[in-house]
């Protein structure tokens, strides 16, 4: 086990806000409350500038460091204060035995999920609705920024994602875009 792994293991169990890093992947803290982990992903509820903004899955092998001070002792505390703390899904059961296996359980509960590959010789972020989970990658019908479907799916490596978030701003902000267009075309 690493000593990440256990380190992420024990910030589930004592429900601790943590920020993770993944230097050469990111140069950016993600700060979040761990919900699950296994020897190939941690999936944490992230939490940004004290709003919870989605659920974050990262690989386990990309963090280099796992961090706990007062500071995130004290901004949990607040969270709680603020009721936000009760919305953290702590008591759910999230199967992160592999990016197969979370990516098909968050499908059936969000419409929107972002993947990102951020490791190789080209970053990509796809944001859309993942249409198969089964083999070695994933299908996902992705927009763009502008909010144009592209022409056919993108056929994704498990491999290669580093990252996927669901239940984000950003995921339901557009969610909620192309809900008022279906209604508009009815």
Same mark, same amino acid.
């Given at each position: 086990?690493?000593?990440?792994?256990?380190?992420? +293991?024990?910030?589930?169990?004592?429900?601790?806000?943590?920020?993770?890093?993944?230097?050469?992947?990111? *140069?950016?803290?993600?700060?979040?409350?761990? $919900?699950?982990?296994?020897?190939?992903?941690?999936?944490?509820? %992230?939490?940004? *500038?004290?709003?919870? *903004? #989605?659920?974050?899955?990262? @690989?386990?092998?990309?963090?280099?460091?796992? +961090?706990?001070?007062? /500071?995130?002792? $004290?901004?949990?505390?607040?969270?709680?204060?603020?009721?936000?703390?009760?919305?953290?899904? =702590?008591?759910? +059961?999230?199967?992160?035995?592999? &990016?197969?296996?979370?990516?098909?359980?968050?499908?059936? @509960?969000?419409?929107?999920?972002?993947? +990102?590959?951020?490791? #190789?010789?080209?970053?990509?972020?796809?944001?859309?609705?993942?249409?198969? /989970?089964?083999?070695?990658?994933?299908?996902?019908?992705? =927009?763009?920024?502008?909010?144009? &479907?592209?022409?056919?799916?993108?056929?994704?490596?498990?491999? *290669?994602?580093?990252?996927?978030?669901?239940?984000?701003? %950003?995921?339901?902000? %557009?969610? @909620?875009?192309?809900?008022?267009?279906?209604?508009?075309?009815?």
């Amino acid at each position: 086990m690493t000593p990440q792994k256990q380190q992420l +293991e024990q910030h589930l169990e004592d429900r601790d806000l943590v920020s993770i890093y993944r230097t050469g992947i990111d *140069d950016s803290q993600i700060q979040g409350f761990v $919900l699950a982990v296994s020897s190939e992903l941690v999936l944490i509820q %992230y939490v940004y *500038d004290f709003r919870l *903004d #989605g659920l974050m899955a990262l @690989r386990t092998e990309d963090i280099t460091q796992v +961090e706990l001070t007062a /500071t995130h002792s $004290l901004q949990k505390k607040l969270i709680f204060e603020e009721g936000l703390g009760q919305q953290v899904p =702590f008591g759910f +059961e999230f199967d992160v035995r592999s &990016w197969r296996t979370l990516i098909a359980q968050l499908t059936l @509960r969000h419409a929107l999920m972002i993947v +990102e590959c951020e490791a #190789g010789e080209i970053n990509e972020f796809l944001i859309g609705r993942v249409v198969q /989970t089964k083999g070695d990658s994933l299908q996902i019908e992705h =927009f763009t920024g502008a909010g144009n &479907w592209a022409g056919s799916p993108s056929l994704v490596s498990y491999r *290669d994602i580093t990252c996927c978030q669901v239940g984000n701003n %950003y995921a339901n902000v %557009y969610q @909620r875009h192309f809900e008022r267009l279906a209604s508009a075309l009815h």
